[in-house]
Nanobody, 118 residues
Framework: QVQLVESGGGLVQAGGSLKLSCAAS????????MAWYRQVPGRERELVARILNSGTTGYGDSVKGRFTISRDNGKSTSTMYLQMSNLNVEDTGVYYC??????????WGQGIQVTVSS
């Protein structure tokens, strides 16, 4: 089992920056990839960015060039980050941390609110 806990959300003005963290614990050795998703009311959850164990990253079109995903791996914990810059009101939403295990088990964090004001 993998536990995921997000932190770092909050309220920021348009044009500002925010850094989200996702602390993973449990059987972190089983994680194959991690990602950030976001969701706004009435819309489907969308992929923001993902990072593979190899370090390969990928981004949604709306955040390319503005967001950076990274991950630090420790012995018993692994922390994923999302550095968000030049934020706009369309970035507002609940951000979720996601992990996929090598056995294809899927884990989600509880979500954290990011609000960008104009």
């Amino acid at each position: 089992q993998v536990q995921l806990v997000e932190s770092g959300g909050g309220l920021v003005q348009a044009g500002g920056s925010l850094k989200l963290s996702c602390a993973a614990s449990g059987t972190i050795f089983s994680i194959d990839a991690m990602a950030w998703y976001r969701q706004v009311p009435g819309r489907e959850r969308e992929l923001v960015a993902r990072i593979l164990n190899s370090g390969t990253t990928g981004y949604g079109d709306s955040v390319k060039g503005r967001f950076t995903i990274s991950r630090d791996n420790g012995k018993s914990t692994s922390t994923m980050y999302l550095q968000m810059s030049n934020l706009n009101v369309e970035d507002t939403g609940v951000y979720y941390c996601h992990a996929v295990a090598k056995t294809w088990e899927s884990y989600w964090g509880q979500g954290i609110q990011v609000t960008v004001s104009s």
